[in-house]
């Protein structure tokens, strides 16, 4: 069954550095996102993105973070100058050309020091 | 108004038991509606999409009242399984964004 793969499955990183998390999406699907869950909390809209560009994204989504489809099959997540409070865990979703089920990876677990 | 609200509960039921959880949302544009199950510290995972007619899945019954803007979901003969976090998702139309509602903890007792 075909499945999105994130790696790595945790990070852990000092306050400051930069961060870049990689998603593999199903291979059919045309519509990625990333979604942030804070330990306890729930999850939330980050960007989604179609045709090379992002189309929407969140509040949360500032010029601290930045997505990136850099060949056919990668789709990665950069996050700039850590801060404490990005500890959480990251999910990528994936999506077929109709906007149906979002089908998530197993999480890359961010934990900022 | 939250956009997606949901009881966080928990819910605590004897195995056998059935249960229903709801689920408002405050856009009345909202296109696409999803049930989700998210076990502790893992990704949400598809349990049934929601359609207008309503629609059942085994033990699991889904309906949309869009008059309300609300969302039920019914478990029948609970299972200890069946214990987990339901995630209401809805995708208001013209958008690409999927919105979750903060979950509803289901806990099935032996």
């Known amino acids: 069954e075909p499945e999105v793969t994130q790696t790595p499955s945790h990070q852990v990183t000092q306050m400051g550095q930069e961060v870049i998390l990689r998603c593999v999406p199903i291979s059919n699907h045309l519509y990625f996102y990333w979604y942030r869950q804070i330990l306890g909390q729930k999850v939330e809209f980050l960007v989604s993105?179609?045709?090379?560009?992002?189309?929407?994204k969140s509040e949360i989504f500032d010029d601290q973070f930045s997505v990136e489809r850099p060949d056919g099959s990668n789709f990665t997540l950069k996050i700039r100058s850590t801060k404490l409070e990005d500890s959480a865990m990251y999910f990528c979703?994936?999506?077929?050309?109709?906007?149906?089920?979002?089908?998530f990876g197993e999480g890359s677990r961010l934990t900022v020091l | 108004r939250k956009e997606v609200e949901q009881d966080p509960g928990p819910f605590n039921v004897p195995e056998g038991a059935t249960v229903a959880f709801n689920c408002t949302y405050s856009n009345s544009a909202s296109q696409s509606f999803f049930w989700y199950r998210q076990d502790c510290r893992k990704e949400p995972k598809l349990l049934m999409s929601v359609y207008s007619s309503g629609n059942e899945d085994g033990r699991f019954t889904a309906q949309l009242n869009r008059a309300s803007q609300y969302i039920s979901l019914l478990i029948r003969d609970s299972k200890l399984s069946d214990s987990a976090t339901y995630l209401c998702v809805v995708r208001p139309s013209g958008t690409y964004k999927y919105i979750f509602g903060t979950g509803t903890r289901l806990k099935v007792l032996a």
């Open positions: 979703a994936s999506s077929e050309p109709s906007l149906g089920e979002l089908f």
């Open positions: 993105f179609y045709n090379n560009e992002i189309s929407e």
